[in-house]
């Protein structure tokens, strides 16, 4: 019995030690299997966080430090600067200088400069940010200068003696918490100083600010063309000797959700200047391709559209491409469709705008050139593009209140028409414009005095209750 007991006592005991033995093993197992995966949780956060170029940190690494390492207490003693690298340049001249050398170099360079509490980051290709504390304002324009001039040192100067790196430099706000914004502020702002001579720009918060404004706009045009927010009106134009309807110009409104309908001149100045206005020409071409193809199979189907395009679009490389994307899908006749060479905006690319003019002319469109004798619509235009129309601007049409500029007017006529192009006055708004205008050799006539822009919904009830 005794026996008995000690057997069992020394078989619970080699249990109990052996329960013991496996519990440490597995804590000693799973201790090790943690630290292996903290270690490939830390290995793979430093890979999201790495530029493996430079070795230095990027983007999401600067944005983990913007809301780590800087509090709301420290915001103000902060301040960002945006740095880039002119890469148009350094290709063109620097051919001893690769880029890779110039990049890997600047950011050893600006990785010395980092002090306690400070971080910099490749942030882009050719961008750097970085963030550096100093308590006076003289203090941190003096780092930047001896950091940008170290920077410069890369560079062998040559006789060009163009900058390289520019920068943008801006003081933290208290509400400045908005890494994303703020990058992309100081990234728009350095667009003001980009090729020019002058290497840095101390932006101030109303600089820094009015940007954010245009953000914001930004981001409303993307959701209004998602949303369709934007619409087709049409302004009908007349033949001056039956004055019967024969066009209608395409003109876009925004009816925005808060502020309601918003006229072009609204939108279109920002539109171009953040490069999304070539969204809303192609967008208003295809609106206008729909309604001529819903109009070739009825009795409306003589009435040609005319579209404006920005000359910002017309070159554009892959101009032709998407037009013929668009239109490929419709059948009615191209001429009726009038492509209008707006005088916004000088082209990025004289050459390239007249072969897409051209193309456009091969594909059957008719072209119109549109203000003439304002802005950047000058004479030459004339021979440069394969032109049918010409639009005289408005402003032409108040000058022949004057002996001058009727002459002037009547000049312009004689002058299109001896290079086989038809005329449209602009603007004919008043009984005294029409009777004018009426008594010239111009073939046809738009203006508030015929038409206003009308949502083209309510076009064709228009036309069936004009009566010449
Ligand atoms: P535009 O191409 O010169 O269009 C004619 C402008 O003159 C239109 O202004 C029209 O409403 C206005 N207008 C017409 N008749 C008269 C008149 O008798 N008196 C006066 N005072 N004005 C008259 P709107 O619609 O405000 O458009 C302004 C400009 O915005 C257009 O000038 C055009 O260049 C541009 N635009 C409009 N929609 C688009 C578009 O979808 N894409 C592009 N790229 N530009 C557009
Ligand atoms: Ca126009
Ligand atoms: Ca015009």
Redesign the pocket.
Known sequence: MLKDFIGMESFYKSALISAVLLCVVLIVVCAFLGKKLKNIEIKSKIKEMMDYETGIGNLNYFKHNFSHSISDYSRNFYYVAYIVINSNYLQLYQSDSTFTDVVNNAAAILSKSVKHNEFVARISETGFAFAFREMDVSDAKKRINELMEELSGLIVSDENNKSVFYTVVYNLDAQDDNCELLLFNLRRNCSRIFGTENQVLFCDSHSIHSVLEEKKTIDSVISGLENNEFKL?L?FSVDNKTKKIVSA????RWIHPEQGLL???KY?GVLSKCGL?SE??YY?FEMVCKQLEKWSRTEYNSISLSC???RI?ISEDDFIDKLVNICDKYTFDKSRLII?I?E?AIEKNHKKAMNNISECKKLGFCIAL??LGSGYTSLENLCDYPIDIVKID?DILLKTIEPKGRKLFRGMIALAHSLNLKVVC????TLEHNEFVTGTDCDYL????YA??IPVEGSEEFIDNYNP
């Open positions: 009106y302004q110009e395409a003109l876009s006229p072009p001149v279109i206005i809303l020409d208003m404006n395009f920005t679009t209008e707006t916004d549109d203000d408005r602009e603007g004919v708004e738009q203006g508030w005095y206003k822009a």
